[in-house]
Nanobody, 124 residues
Framework: QVQLVESGGGLAQAGDSLRLSCAPS????????MGWFRQAPGKEREFVAAIYWSTGNTRYADSVKDRFTISRDNAKNTMSLQMNSLKPEDTAVYYC?????????????????WGQGTQVTVSS
C-alpha cells in the first residue's frame, strides 16, 4: 500500500513563509508527477503546483505563481512546497498527491494517491 505523508503545516502571519514536505512510504509506485492541492472550508479542492518527476518541470496555479516553489529531492524521494509571502487566502488544508499516468496535472480526479493533508493557517 502506498502512503503519502505531509508535514510542515502550521500557523503563520501574512507575509511569512512555510515549507511543506511530502514523503511516500510503503509500496513504491511509478510517478509521472507529484502535485500539491489545497482545500479551504466550504470550497472545492484546488490545484496549487505540480512537478514532473523525471524532468523536474513545474506547473503552478496563477494564484501562487512567483510566491510558491515546488521541488523534489530524488535522493530522499521527497517533495517540498516552499510558500513565501503567505496571504490569508492561502489558508487551507494542503494535500500532496501522486499522478501515475500522463493526465491533466491540475485535475485532482486524475491523481491516484493522496496524503491525509496538513493544515496551513495564515492570519492577517
Amino acid at each position: 500500500q502506498v502512503q503519502l505523508v505531509e508535514s510542515g503545516g502550521g500557523l503563520a502571519q501574512a507575509g511569512d513563509s512555510l515549507r511543506l514536505s511530502c514523503a511516500p512510504s510503503g509500496r513504491t509506485f511509478t510517478r509521472v508527477a507529484m502535485g500539491w492541492f489545497r482545500q479551504a472550508p466550504g470550497k472545492e479542492r484546488e490545484f496549487v503546483a505540480a512537478i514532473y518527476w523525471s524532468t523536474g518541470n513545474t506547473r503552478y496555479a496563477d494564484s501562487v505563481k512567483d510566491r510558491f516553489t515546488i521541488s523534489r529531492d530524488n535522493a530522499k524521494n521527497t517533495m517540498s512546497l516552499q510558500m513565501n509571502s503567505l496571504k490569508p487566502e492561502d489558508t487551507a488544508v494542503y494535500y500532496c498527491a501522486g499522478l501515475t499516468s500522463f493526465s491533466r496535472y491540475d485535475d485532482a480526479k486524475q491523481y491516484t494517491y493522496w496524503g491525509q493533508g496538513t493544515q496551513v493557517t495564515v492570519s492577517s
